[in-house]
């Protein structure tokens, strides 16, 4: 084994946190992307280059100047909460964002990109089936069902079932009421 020492950087912009948007978004929806940057170098920063890509798009690349935004430069250590000008619209199903730091001077690269994964939902009620298994109670069976609320709005009390072997005529319905909904 060979003994070596890992110092602090003189150069390290580090890309903490994609602070928004959620993990969850309405269909439709202008998002705001906020990101937190943080100088993991122990010289001060004065500016660099932001970006995202968004859904396979083109990158948007925006500039900060630290000394404009916050009177310093930013301090070794020092968090900031960066809002891209440019919004994006939210879609039905999986979105990616990737969001990355582009500072020049750095000089470790592998702390400086993000990647999110965002689900579009509905703004309507939308309830959908998840799962469904069947437990053998000896002469009877039983049914598990797992539902899932799929939209924007809580729901409750509503109808929920099923067929059997494909046959209309073998209909099972249940009504969902629990407090606090769904």
Request: aromatic share 12%; net charge negative.
């Amino acid at each position: 084994y060979k003994n070596f020492g890992l110092s602090p950087l003189d150069n390290d912009m580090q890309m903490v946190r994609i602070v928004s948007p959620t993990n969850r978004a309405v269909a439709g929806d202008s998002l705001t992307i906020r990101v937190r940057l943080r100088n993991f170098g122990q010289v001060e920063v004065e500016e660099t280059d932001v970006a995202f890509i968004y859904n396979g798009g083109a990158p948007v690349v925006e500039h900060v100047n630290f000394r404009e935004v916050l009177g310093h430069s930013l301090g070794s250590t020092e968090m900031f909460d960066y809002i891209f000008t440019r919004r994006v619209k939210a879609t039905m199903g999986t979105m990616e964002l990737t969001t990355w730091v582009d500072y020049s001077l750095d000089h470790y690269r592998y702390n400086d990109t993000l990647m999110k994964q965002i689900v579009g939902i509905s703004a309507v009620t939308d309830v959908a089936v998840t799962g469904i298994a069947p437990i053998n109670l000896g002469r009877t069976t039983s049914v598990i069902m797992t539902i899932e609320n799929q939209g924007a709005r809580m729901v409750n009390d509503f109808i929920v079932g099923f067929w059997y072997d494909n046959d209309p005529s073998f209909k099972f319905e249940e009504h969902f009421y629990r407090d606090g909904g769904l």
